[in-house]
């Protein structure tokens, strides 16, 4: 049991159809009628909602060039709109100067409809991070976050409104899953901030984005086909894509087993992230409730597989809860699993200072415990680093910024 009472072990599990077993059957919804999942709850199937409007980003480039012939224009202007928002981050007709006055409305209104609306930015370390809240066409909210370094810009995006997977110390998994984001609702916000960093709104002056980390709202690999496409368009040389380079790409997962098998065989070659937080099923379970379905053991073997196909080396995540899972007998436990899975230099583990949720019971480790966790890591030769904890003073947690505005809609600006 975690303090506040509430948690329990082996929670009872949603299945698809929306019934639950066990005798937590009960369900709840906030008053916009979102579904609030009950603790350990997991909602595995997006709900059906409306699509998204078609974008330029949705499609791969020969997709791209049978809808501007359709439009009933020549093909080759595919590749033209592709640079506009590839390379110059522009869906505005009126820089485009390559095409006829008359068409660049209609091509525009078909081909760019507007995904992503702002509806807040906040910054904060002068100003070299920014959070924006962005509501989505159906009024789903949201949020990624830019974060500039001396060497690289790394853009957090959402994969998904809301999530499915009820972390209980994740203001976004508290307030359930709206609906799998789209394609181009996902690369939108990549070329969002491309766009604000040409103009040189973000402190430092013009830059370039460099990283992308999926670690927004949602679990991107239970939405796995918008996932697996918006990473092709980042990856994509320019014109038909972003032109970043996969290794700076980083897909993170909290565990889904098959999910993670579908990304060592797409050849996608990005570095993949586990959200492990425990190394035993027994408190697993409780932080992580897909632990219920993909245990430790099977989740740590996938990751594992990742490296022996893609080369590319598994980073771990760890949030350091204090009391919870920062106890050194932890630390040689994940070291023991870790070693268990595969020896060598396979994972890195990175340990992140929990951020806590507002309300939450729960707080970031003493200094010593953490100190001590390294300690224990670097002496059964994991490699560990401490994550930089950008963004706290803006709710920099996942979902925070998205969920105070669920629960205090009044307050939205537009
Ligand atoms: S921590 Fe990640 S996977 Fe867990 S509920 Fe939050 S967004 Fe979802």
Redesign the pocket.
């Known amino acids: 049991m975690l303090p506040g009472g509430e948690l329990r072990l082996n929670a009872p599990v949603a299945i698809p159809d929306g019934t639950a077993f066990g005798d937590r059957a009960l369900r709840r919804c906030c008053e916009n009628g979102q579904h609030m999942p009950v603790p350990g709850e997991l909602t595995l199937v997006a709900p059906r909602r409306a699509k998204p409007p078609r974008h330029l980003a949705d499609l791969a480039p020969a997709e791209r060039r049978a809808a501007v012939e359709e439009l009933g224009h020549k093909g080759f202007r595919a590749a033209q709109l592709s640079t506009h928002y590839f390379t110059h981050h522009s869906d505005d007709p009126t820089t485009w100067t390559d095409f006829p006055a008359k068409h660049r409305e209609a091509l525009a209104a078909a081909l760019f409809p507007r995904l992503l609306t702002p509806v807040r930015d906040i910054e904060c370390d002068a100003g070299t991070t920014r959070k924006t809240l962005w509501r989505l066409f159906d009024g789903a909210l949201v949020e990624s976050v830019l974060m500039r370094y001396p060497d690289r810009v790394t853009v957090c995006v959402s994969s998904q409104a809301g999530?499915g997977?009820?972390?209980p110390f994740?203001a976004?998994?508290q307030a359930g899953l709206t609906r799998n984001m789209s394609t181009a609702e996902i690369v939108d916000q990549v070329v969002a901030a491309s766009r604000a960093l040409d103009r040189g709104e973000v402190a430092g002056g013009p830059g370039r984005v460099s990283n992308i980390v999926f670690m927004g709202?949602?679990?991107p690999l239970a939405n796995y086909n918008a996932t697996a496409a918006a990473v092709a368009r980042l990856i994509d040389p320019t014109p038909d894509g972003l032109g970043l380079s996969r290794r700076s790409v980083t897909v993170s997962t909290?565990g889904l087993v098959p999910g993670i098998a579908k990304l060592t065989n797409s050849g996608l070659g990005v570095t993949l992230a586990v959200?492990l937080h425990a190394p035993d099923d027994e408190l697993r379970d409780t932080l992580?409730p897909i632990n219920t379905r993909y245990p430790v053991g099977e989740v740590v073997a996938a990751a594992h597989e990742y490296f022996v196909k893609t080369g590319r080396r598994v980073s771990i995540e760890y949030a350091m809860i204090r009391d919870i899972n920062d106890q050194a007998w932890r630390a040689d436990e994940l070291a023991r699993v870790l070693a268990f899975a595969g020896p060598g230099a396979w994972v890195h583990v990175n340990l992140i200072p929990l951020n806590p949720t507002p309300g939450s019971q729960w707080t970031a480790s003493r200094s010593r415990d953490e100190k001590a966790f390294v300690r224990r890591l670097e002496t059964a030769g994991v490699p560990v680093t401490v994550r930089d904890t950008r963004g706290r003073e803006i709710d920099g947690a996942?979902?925070q910024l998205a969920a105070a505005d669920l629960l205090d809609p009044e307050e939205q600006l537009s």
């Open positions: 999530c997977m009820n972390c994740c976004t998994g709202m949602g679990e909290v959200s992580v996942c979902g």
